[in-house]
């Protein structure tokens, strides 16, 4: 079914100046059969910029713009598809009549990346497309042994797999401060917005709203990495928060803990006067979701979990 | 005006495999707060792949997709919007109803990056902000002295250099061949459609139609940075081709030699049989475009030019 979009395109925001000084002039061939040309590498950087897609669709329904940020190691193209090649959650929310802003975040995707290491402060993780089977909770072993989970929805078949790791980028530990600080630029840019926020997305989900909780209207948090600051759970008070869940976490090595400290803090937001609702979808009979729900062959039935919280909290009409 | 769009989304495509051994496995926080993984960098990468979006508004009035291939240092995004935030050609070429496809190519943007310099051959090329001003034939001096040429087209005010810059990412000079593969593999997905490339596209542009003819039904080089295979020439007789060319090139200490060897393939071109119009800007009384002329304040104009040129070839209806 079509789409009537209003307005579309893109922004980059953020960031800041470095200076650079000293180094010597080179001589560059850009392209072979061009000309060279000189490149005097002292001068002005913008470091820490981020950018953002945004799609307006018409009737408008959401009272408020809905982010989606992405998760470490990835960018906003995990909104855009799933690994089978069905429509992402992009598609989703614009087609209930939200407008649709899909960000990558510092160092990421279209955000562009900057001197490694002199501003980020350190090299990236990559890893092998090994790496996130098990730490997503697709299986035991290996993709290429292809064992998943009883009832599991991460599409995970030899060609989805690659489709999946085709979008993973190589990722910083070091620029968390950087990609906050963008993340507030892209809040003042846009303002006020629902944010819907995946794994590393939503330490900054926690975090951002904590720091302009006048910009974040409602905050969705699926599989949130980590969580906001003890000393600032008070400001989450007028911000209404959704944790999501998935299958397979007692089993895991680490998920017990996340999810862990992810309760913790909600309780804590919750004595400070916040709301807080946890999904976890098992409990509601939901089974066999990976780490990366917006891609699980259920996708659009979390979706519409997530729509009908955003409705009730008054976001949608 | 709003568009109606029947599919969007996107895909990565192309890449191969490498595979790692001997690496020492680690620990990584990913994410304060969050709790440690084990990361075994040994195993299987997918090295080389591409990203791409594609919009298909309906009515569709283009006989194949227009494919949008950017220029070195940037990424898809410089489709996407004009640097003083009007719209960019991606809107241009929808609202007249063709399914443009914008790519990310290899190691940039949406496409990711991978493990520098291992699979790269070499380290990126980065830049100050200082540094396109010249070199994209906006002014002499800098952009803080703010000087341009007589009748600038280029929004050059500081706010829009920014933006402008904001969109620069680093830039291999290593990478050529992955780059042209990973089209090749857009091409063959994607299927035969009309290629829209700016500068060092214009390059891969070239080399793409000589290794896939049958894949591009036209080419429109946007000032070329390169030329095509000298012993080629022939592959490109079904091949109809414009290369446009803005203002201020005969003063530049690189443009009239990057012009004169694609207007020397072009004569080699059409002595082999093919078609290649030049079209000089300023000839046309057209005048004040920089390097970047999908960005100038007549990027509109010139965007009309290349539309009725391709509908002067018959894909358009």
């Known amino acids: ?53 945004f799609m307006l669709p018409e009737p408008r329904r959401g009272a408020v713009p809905l982010m989606l940020w992405h998760g470490g190691g990835l960018t906003g193209a995990c909104w855009e ?89 190589p990722r910083f530990t070091t620029t968390d401060e950087m990609i906050l600080a963008a993340y507030g630029a892209l809040l003042d840019r846009v303002g006020p917005s629902a944010v819907v926020a995946h794994s590393q997305g939503g330490f900054f989900g926690w975090r951002a709203a904590q720091e302009w909780p006048d910009k974040v209207r409602a905050l969705v948090l699926v599989e949130p990495a980590s969580v906001g600051l003890a000393e600032k759970v008070a400001a989450l008070r007028g911000v209404p ?39 976890d979808l098992p409990a509601r009979g939901i089974r066999g979701n990976s780490h990366m729900i917006m891609m699980d062959r259920n996708s659009d039935e979390v979706a519409a979990l997530v729509q009908d919280w955003l409705a009730s909290k008054g976001l949608w009409r």
């Open 81 to 169: 598809t799933t690994p089978d090649g069905r429509e992402g959650w992009q598609h989703f929310f614009l087609r209930q009549g939200w407008e649709v802003v899909v960000g990558d975040a510092v160092e990421r995707g279209r955000a562009g990346w900057t001197r490694i290491p002199e501003e980020t402060g350190g090299a990236p993780v990559v890893g092998p497309l090994e790496n996130p089977w098990l730490r997503f909770r697709i299986g035991p072993g290996t993709p290429q042994e292809g064992r998943v989970f009883p009832g599991q929805q991460f599409p995970s078949d030899p060609e989805s797999w690659r489709a999946f790791i085709r979008q993973n980028v």
């Open 1 to 53: 079914m079509s789409v009537s979009l209003q307005r579309w395109g893109s922004f980059h925001v953020g960031g800041r100046e470095v200076r650079v000084a000293g180094e010597a002039v080179r001589e560059v061939l850009y392209t072979p059969g061009s000309a060279p040309a000189r490149l005097d590498p002292n001068g002005t950087y913008l470091v820490g910029g981020m950018y953002a897609q």
């Open 241 to 279: 928060v959704l944790m999501i869940f998935g299958d397979y976490i007692a089993e895991d090595a680490r998920w017990p803990t996340i999810r862990g400290h992810g309760v913790a803090f909600a309780d804590a937001v919750r004595a400070a006067g916040g709301s807080v609702d946890v999904m």
